[in-house]
């Protein structure tokens, strides 16, 4: 899928000169373990023995499909960096590692908990439906997960900004332009934006009050306006930059 992908030299991705050209082992173990990652997923999926089952299973595609695109989103993420920057270094090596495995021990707690918030709050709570009872949690039991997600989530988004944060530091080596330090700069403050509200959701979860997993948990959804807003706000610094550079 990379190879199919790659672009030729010069080529810009969201502004940034494509630099990474060629497929290196450490995307093509990227690749593997992302695929060992979504493979749990459907393994944890058992296929349905009769009628009533199929449609349990129909019921909790749902849950399945939002754990799957935000694999697809960071494996997207993580495509693009590397050609942006086309960056192998010991460092790099290092943090992509870490991401690996944070992805690989996050998948369950992240399948675990959707399945929670749209099988049993959106679907049964809000809607109705007669969803099968797979999942079981003690009373007090969810603001432990909800923290474990939390935690998981925004250590993910952290590695990215580490990696941006390297190729930042490297920006004499890959000759980058006033425009892509800002761009790479706000790639990092966009990351950390993303990791930080899913750690202040922590807090509310713990408030005595039973409406507390409902408010941490929608809190989450503050992730995106805040990471758009962030981001409207640095466009008129990039376009400037980018019109300097063009002129």
């Known amino acids: 899928?990379?190879?199919?992908?790659?672009?030729?030299?010069?080529?810009?991705?969201?502004?940034?000169?494509?630099?990474?050209?060629?497929?290196?082992?450490?995307?093509?173990?990227?690749?593997?373990?992302?695929?060992?990652?979504?493979?749990?997923?459907?393994?944890?999926?058992?296929?349905?023995?009769?009628?009533?089952?199929?449609?349990?299973?129909?019921?909790?595609?749902?849950?399945?499909?939002?754990?799957?695109?935000?694999?697809?989103?960071?494996?997207?993420?993580?495509?693009?960096?590397?050609?942006?920057?086309?960056?192998?270094?010991?460092?790099?090596?290092?943090?992509?590692?870490?991401?690996l495995f944070l992805v690989l021990l996050f998948v369950y707690p992240l399948k675990f908990i959707a399945t929670i918030v749209v099988d049993y709050v959106i679907l049964e709570g809000w809607f109705g439906f007669d969803m099968p009872t797979e999942l079981t949690m003690g009373p007090g039991q969810y603001p432990v997960l909800h923290t474990l997600y939390a935690v998981g989530f925004a250590a993910v988004f952290l590695c990215f900004a580490w990696l941006y944060k390297l190729a930042l530091n490297a920006k004499h080596e890959l000759k980058l332009t006033p425009y892509e330090m800002l761009s790479t700069q706000t790639h990092i403050n966009i990351y950390l934006i993303v990791a930080a509200v899913p750690l202040a959701t922590i807090g509310l979860v713990w408030m005595p009050t039973p409406w507390a997993p409902t408010i941490a948990g929608f809190s989450n959804c503050l992730i995106w306006p805040a990471a758009v807003i962030y981001g409207r706000r640095m466009q008129p610094q990039l376009a400037a930059l980018r019109k300097a550079e063009t002129a």
């Not at 899928?1 to 502004?15: D, I, S, V």
């Open 1 to 99: 899928m990379r190879k199919h992908m790659l672009t030729h030299e010069n080529e810009e991705m969201q502004g940034i000169r494509v630099r990474g050209l060629e497929v290196t082992r450490l995307e093509g173990l990227t690749d593997a373990m992302f695929g060992f990652a979504i493979t749990l997923l459907i393994v944890s999926l058992e296929p349905p023995t009769d009628f009533g089952q199929l449609v349990n299973l129909v019921l909790s595609f749902p849950a399945f499909a939002i754990t799957f695109l935000l694999m697809l989103f960071i494996w997207y993420w993580h495509y693009r960096f590397f050609r942006q920057y086309g960056l192998n270094s010991g460092k790099v090596m290092w943090v992509n590692g870490i991401l």
